[in-house]
């Protein structure tokens, strides 16, 4: 028998550290029911800070004045940090010193789709970015990233040397902040449910349960008055 099937169009940011815990607590519950659904996964853009010029800027610096103080930068990073620690992610604020702008990272995620490597690069880049302390700013980082998760290199050099991609992750972006989007990550399931936040594993199974229900097959059936009998 054919299991249903559950598409999940996950609107997220690299740099976002509770787009990566969801990322594995949705892992977790795709694999808790993942014999009773096939899944079918994609990532689109979102980026947190789109004025980020494309040298970046120092990352604790720019978190400790988006956060208000070096306090605050410490209390919540320490925080996400335990979270991860949990989902068995390592968030490595010390290591890392860019905070890149993402729009080619976007740009680059959006190619991996069309290649069948996007689920791939999407968790290369964020673990570069918290755990490895890679500078995302640099095309070369990027290359070497995408490289790894099986795409072609020079093929991805003449990409980022170019434009391609960027009216698309611009476009995607407006559609989807038109949805009424304006945090992530983001959960839009089967077209029609949406889901914010980085949701327990327990959440996410027991959507799929109730999707699940409306996608199973119906028989014949009797009606009240015995109509259809």
Not at 63 to 75: E, H, I, M, P, T
Not at 101 to 122: C, F, P, S
Not at 197 to 207: C, D, H, R
């Amino acid at each position: 028998m054919t299991k249903p099937s559950i598409k999940i169009a996950v609107v997220s940011d690299i740099v976002c550290p509770w787009c990566y815990i969801g990322k594995r607590r949705l892992e977790q519950a795709i694999k808790t029911v993942g014999s009773e659904y096939e899944f079918e996964i994609a990532y689109y853009p979102f980026e947190l800070n789109p004025e980020m010029p494309t040298e970046g800027k120092n990352n604790k610096e720019y978190l400790v004045n988006k956060f208000g103080s070096l306090a605050d930068y410490q209390r919540l990073t320490g925080h996400v940090t335990k979270i991860a620690k949990a989902e068995g992610i390592i968030f490595d604020y010390d290591k890392q010193t860019v905070s890149p702008n993402t729009r080619n990272a976007h740009r680059l995620i959006m190619l991996a789709k069309d290649e069948g490597k996007q689920l791939e690069l999407v968790e290369a880049l964020f673990r570069a970015y918290f755990t490895e302390g890679i500078d995302l700013s640099k095309n070369e980082s990027l290359i070497q990233l995408a490289a790894n998760a099986g795409m072609d290199r020079q093929k991805v050099e003449l990409f980022l040397d170019s434009s391609t991609g960027a009216a698309e992750v611009a476009f995607a972006e407006q559609e989807l902040q038109g949805l009424g989007i304006r945090g992530v990550p983001f959960y839009i399931i089967n077209d029609k449910y949406g889901i914010s936040g980085a949701q327990s594993p327990e959440n996410f199974v027991k959507v799929f349960h109730n999707i699940g229900k409306e996608l199973m097959p119906q028989g014949e059936v009797c009606d009240a008055d015995l109509k259809n009998c």
